[in-house]
């Protein structure tokens, strides 16, 4: 499961409309059929329109300054493997959305326990996901595309008459280098903007910074943990617990679908990566065998590459673990692997 939270703005601006974004979550809609079109809901509603959307988070921002974002989105993107798990049913993607913002909510540090009914939230399930430059698919194609892209202004050049060359050899490398580029759909290299195939649902949520009765603040990028500061006199509570949010929304969907999460998929495996990927190695090694088994197997499926890790301790050179985290990392990020 990857998760990712962010705060809103256009340049320096935190305090515009959320109506562009929205605008944005409705591209997948375009000419549907409004019986076929995916509708915004929330803890309790599904069918909120996009107008609805906007006029409830826009003047749900009282005393905010203008360094606040009116609003903050989270992405929610599920792994293929636990897409699997509920066969890609959007109903099931709704019901964990909303047993997951139960765990947003008790993830803040207040002086009295932040119930879900005071989340303003607005979540809209896409279907498609296109390729980006995270993607190892782009990363490894990109050599072949920046020849294939200079072949074509070589091109161009002759044509103007600014250069000379013979194009149809020029064409014919450049046919060379497509055939060759290692990703491909349907025999057409896989580039930045393309749709990727697989089951793909995902979803966006629209936060709001403030609580629904509009009075207080709930920022779920705040640089603390669990804090307190003294105001009028009285000692508040303040702070986000995003570890202990990330891991609860692991619990929730293996505790409600009944799902078997391997090592790899872990936030837990995630985190010791980042700090000290030898240790990471060398606690994929230490798996019981049907675990490290499947492990390598959705890392291979993945496009990251192990070599044979002796089980009593990892003897890797330092580049080629770094190699290696890269990797990992990458199919991270793209959802390869479902952490």
Known sequence: ?????????????????VRDFVQYLEKENGEKHPELQESFFDQYHDHISSEEVIAQIDSNTAKLNKKDPNFYSMVVSPSQSELKAINNDPEKLRQYVRALMKDYAGSFHRNEQVEVD???????????????????????????????????????????????????RIIKEIDRLETDAPHKIDGQRIVRG?????????????????????????????????????????????????DQFYKAAEQTFDRTFGYKRNFVETYKARNVLDKDPKQF?????????????????????????VPTIPTNKVQLAYKALMKLKRGVETAISSSSIGV
């Not at 896409?126 to 430059?133: A, I, V």
């Not at 782009?138 to 050599?143: F, K, L, M, R, S």
């Open 1 to 17: 499961m990857y998760i990712a939270i962010s705060k809103q703005q256009q340049g320096e601006n935190f305090s515009g409309s």
């Open 118 to 168: 005071a989340i303003k939230y607005y979540a809209k399930i896409e279907k498609e996901r296109t390729f980006k430059g995270t993607d190892k698919e782009i990363q490894e194609n990109q050599p072949y595309a920046t020849k294939i892209l200079k072949l074509k202004k070589d091109i161009r050049a002759i044509e103007k008459g600014e250069s000379t060359g013979d194009i149809k």
């Open 194 to 242: 393309m749709k990727k195939e697989g089951m793909q649902n995902h979803v966006h949520i629209i936060l709001s910074h403030k609580n629904v009765t509009n009075t207080f603040k709930l920022s779920p990028l705040s640089q603390h943990k669990a804090a307190e500061t003294i105001l009028n006199g009285k000692t508040i509570k303040q702070g986000f617990n995003r």
């Open 281 to 305: 190695f060398a606690m994929l090694a230490g798996l019981p065998t049907t675990e490290k088994q499947a492990a390598f197997k959705m890392l291979f499926k993945a496009g990251v590459h």
